[in-house]
């Protein structure tokens, strides 16, 4: 069972002797219901990778296939609905809408989506990355880890098969970091599809599986390894 | 929707009130035109004229109307230029916002909605501030109109009810139509620009600013050509309405322009002038942005003042050029008798009414028309001038037909249809529209007309005897001070007219180009954090800004000039064909006075902002990602 399918898929900026490879003819299956980890060094495609993958890119040659639906050519409306229900994005810099409040926050994806959401619901999605006693509060006036939980909640309210997470943990301190690495530790045992970048071991090394990119292609791929094996590993394809 | 934009208007409210004042301030200056006009143009005579002043008054009322056209007009334009460009700024600054409703999936209908709502809501609001602004400007502009004496004293703006509803739809029409092409770009706006750190390298060229700046360049150009071949009033109105184009062109193009002027202008050396001028270099959009008003405000003054002067001073040198006589006597008398005197051209002027066309087509005129001895008068003027018995001709002031025939109209008796069978050349100074040959108007309606005597001396004549005898007949000057009085005359009028059609709509400009300075700025706390974080002191980010603003009101200026030089070679072209001497006349103390305006302005609310952007320590900025 593959939630998200990759074939092929290139992605080159500029033109001519100044053309970057960003991403090379990759080729990568995710399975549903499970955390996938990005890791590379600085520079090597991981974040176009994400960003082919959730079609915010478009890609030069190859394909994605989200479930059944091949997202290669999907028109602006397709992929806006896509947004709206299938799935999710977290990124390092949080991104929240600082004229709302955390609560109107996560609401913002179903009302955008002309659902009414419920208090119930979008309490409930804030309850579980534990900042019930938050509603209310702008982005400013939350903590960088508060934040991005609540990007977290606003990216999960929707329910979508795949949540994508650019560096989650990037901005964040260790305790900080642990908190949003258990919540989506959980997410993902929950069956919740996760396809995350980071350059930290540690945080790849709470996913089920890492993928190790280099120039734009894959060179590796090791499942259930611990922050040393996937530090070792990682130093090995940066020599 | 609705609900989200009234959130991103509180949350925004820096870039919002700049907004709100550019449509309240530009419906205040639309209704007060508008209301001014409707007033002059019902505006009845009061009782109790006698028929040669009520016929002076319409004459009057039609200068008055035809001059708050022209306002109206102006301000119209001002108005949607200034709020357009103030709103496709402010969406500008939010594209980061935009791509992130669209990555949480908001679609480009959405977005498009989402900016049209807050269209709506500053269209309202600032219609509600616009209307009794709007009186207050109203006031203001009838002051100055009766100050001047464009109107009788009595002329005071008349509120009607109706201009409730024509208020709010212009506010409405004004910040709708302001929003609509900002909206279709912003909803182009890709979500991942949202991840971009610094707003996204968006293209800076679209291809609405090419096609919107090749269509009023043509506009400006076809303006510049026809201008000298629609005669002195064609030619000047044309002349007039050249600058609006050209500035619209030339800020279609300004995202390629002022970077490319800014580059000229002395940053200083070290670290800090290369610093501003990487800035204006990565920021072509918004230095495009901050110099527009300033860009439009410059043409318009410096190109309509400049081709109105020139206009002025070339009329000036025609009468002076064109005028051979030695004394000029208001009044008239046994003047021919004087001995000494050679030719004597005693000039009637009356005002009246010209009835042209048949059916459909009758139309009727005030016009002023001189009743003078043809062979006089072409001595004096330097043009033939061949009339007699019912035979009249059309006058230096155009406006009445070349041939066929006409119906003069007096105050004290109507002459009946009259065969226009000669023409003098229609000059830049204007004048009588109709000349009539002596004998045509019975001598007891000629009593309240005024008369002026242009006297040429025969050679060896004494001129100071000869003026003795002349102040018999009325006072009496020499042609060089006459000439000088009426320069001074006409200049005054025209610094008037400027002032009037001008004053409030530059105003009205230098607050766009605060505005623009504002929200360039207002979006640029992160960036100023960051180079603080750099190891610039807070001194240096207000400096590095006062630079960059420098440069951009440098090249603003420059580029203003650039517009406004389409203005002056329409008026070179025009004088020249109208006189035969292209005239240009520039006021230099305005121009520098406007770039002294400009320059202070602008480096006062880079200061101020700049500043007070820079009040929090970097840090707590940096930390706060949203
Ligand atoms: N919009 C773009 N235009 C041009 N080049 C780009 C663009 N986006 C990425 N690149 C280039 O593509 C390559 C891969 O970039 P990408 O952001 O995917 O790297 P990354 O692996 O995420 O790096 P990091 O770990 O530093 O975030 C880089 O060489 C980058 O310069
Ligand atoms: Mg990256």
Not at chain 2, 173 to 202: C, Q, Y
Not at chain 2, 489 to 505: D, F, Q
Not at chain 2, 585 to 599: E, K, Q, R, T
Request: net charge positive; with cysteine.
């Amino acid at each position: 069972m593959t939630t998200l399918t990759m074939t092929g898929v290139s992605r080159v900026f500029g033109r001519g002797p100044a053309a970057v490879h960003a991403v090379d003819d990759v080729t990568l299956t995710f399975p549903r219901g499970g955390w996938t980890a990005v890791m590379g060094p600085s520079g090597s495609g991981k974040s176009t990778l994400l960003h082919c993958a959730a079609g915010l890119e478009r890609v030069d040659t190859g394909r994605v296939l989200l479930g059944d639906t091949d997202i290669t050519a999907a028109g602006d409306a397709d992929l806006t609905a896509l947004r709206r229900s299938r799935i999710g994005f977290v990124f390092q810099n949080f991104n929240l809408i600082g004229a709302l409040s955390a609560e109107q926050n996560v609401a913002l994806p179903l009302r955008l989506a002309g659902r009414r959401p419920s208090r119930r619901v979008v309490r409930a999605t804030l309850d579980a990355v534990g900042l019930a006693d938050r509603a209310r509060h702008r982005p400013r006036e939350l903590s960088g880890g508060q934040q991005q939980r609540v990007a977290i909640a606003r990216a999960m309210v929707t329910r979508p098969e795949v949540l994508f997470a650019d560096e989650p943990t990037g901005a964040l301190d260790s305790t900080a970091a642990r908190t949003v690495l258990d919540l989506m530790r959980a997410m993902a045992d929950a069956g919740q599809s996760i396809v995350m970048v980071t350059h930290d071991p540690g945080a790849a090394a709470r996913a089920d599986a890492v993928v190790f990119l280099r120039d734009g292609r894959v060179v590796d791929r090791v499942a259930g390894a611990d922050a040393r094996q996937v530090a070792d590993r990682l130093a090995s394809w940066e020599r | 929707m609705l609900r989200m934009s009234r959130a991103g208007l509180a949350d925004r409210w820096t870039l919002f009130v700049g907004a709100l004042l550019s449509v309240a301030l530009g419906v205040a200056l639309v209704q007060s035109s508008l209301l001014l006009l409707i007033t002059a143009a019902t505006f009845d005579p009061p009782p109790g004229l006698s028929a040669a002043e009520r016929m002076e008054f319409s004459d009057g009322t039609t200068a008055a109307v035809s001059m708050l056209g022209v306002v109206l007009g102006g301000a119209v334009f001002l108005a949607g230029f200034i709020i357009s460009s103030t709103f496709a700024f402010t969406v500008d600054q939010r594209r980061r916002d935009l791509a992130l409703l669209r990555l949480v999936g908001g679609s480009r209908g959405q977005v498009r909605r989402l900016l049209l709502g807050e269209a709506l809501l500053l269209g309202v609001a600032g219609a509600g501030l616009g209307v009794p602004a709007g009186l207050e400007v109203m006031k203001l502009q009838a002051w100055l109109m009766r100050r001047f004496e464009f109107v009788p004293d009595g002329f005071t703006g008349q509120w009607r009810m109706w201009i409730l509803g024509v208020s709010l739809g212009t506010g409405l029409l004004l910040a709708i139509s302001g929003v609509l092409v900002a909206a279709r770009r912003a909803a182009r706006v890709r979500p991942l620009e949202a991840l971009r750190e610094t707003g996204a390298a968006a293209r800076v060229m679209t291809a609405g600013r090419w096609i919107a700046g090749l269509l009023f360049f043509g506009g400006a150009l076809a303006l510049v050509i026809v201008a000298p071949h629609g005669g002195p009033a064609g030619g000047q109105a044309m002349a007039l309405n050249v600058a609006m184009p050209a500035s619209v062109a030339v800020v279609a193009f300004a995202p390629l322009l002022v970077p490319l002027f800014a580059r000229l202008m002395p940053f200083g050396g070290g670290v800090l002038g290369s610093l501003a001028r990487a800035n204006l270099r990565d920021a072509r959009r918004r230095s495009a942005s901050v110099a527009a008003p300033l860009i439009v405000l410059v043409a318009l003054v410096v190109g309509n003042t400049g081709a109105g002067s020139s206009f002025t001073t070339s009329g000036i040198d025609e009468v002076a050029r064109s005028t051979h006589a030695d004394f000029v006597v208001e009044g008239r008398g046994p003047i021919a008798d004087v001995p000494g005197v050679a030719t004597v051209s005693t000039e009637l002027s009356l005002p009246g009414e010209v009835t042209t066309g048949q059916g459909e087509d009758r139309e009727t005129e005030a016009v002023s028309a001189l009743v003078v001895d043809p062979a006089a008068y072409s001595a004096i003027h330097g043009t033939p001038v061949r009339l007699s018995g019912r035979a009249v001709a059309a006058g230096p002031g155009g406006d009445v037909p070349k041939s066929g025939t006409v119906r003069l109209r007096l105050p004290e008796g109507d002459l009946g249809d009259l065969p226009v069978v000669a023409s003098v050349p229609a000059t830049m100074s204007g004048g009588a529209n109709l000349l009539l040959p002596p004998g045509l108007v019975p001598e007891a309606q000629l009593a309240g007309a005024q008369a002026r005597s242009f006297v040429a001396l025969k050679p060896g004549a004494d001129p100071a005897a000869v003026r003795a005898a002349l102040a018999r007949s009325g006072p009496v000057s020499s042609l060089d001070d006459w000439l000088r009085a009426d320069a001074d005359a006409r200049n005054s009028t025209n610094e008037k007219i400027m002032l009037i059609v001008l004053g409030l709509g530059g105003l009205y400009a230098l607050l766009g180009v605060v505005n623009s300075a504002v929200i360039g700025a207002a979006t640029r706390r992160r960036e100023f954090a960051e180079a603080r974080v750099t190891g610039l002191t807070r001194g240096q980010v207000v400096r590095v800004a006062l630079l960059e603003t420098f440069a951009v009101t440098g090249a603003a200026l420059l580029l203003g000039v650039v517009a406004a030089s389409a203005a002056l070679i329409a008026a070179l072209a025009t004088t020249s064909a109208v006189t035969g001497a292209a005239t240009l006349d520039l006021s230099w103390p305005l121009i520098a006075g406007v770039a002294a305006v400009a320059l202070t302005v602008t480096g006062l609310t880079s200061l101020i902002t700049s500043w007070s952007a820079t009040r929090r320590p970097p840090v707590t900025l940096l930390a706060a990602q949203e």
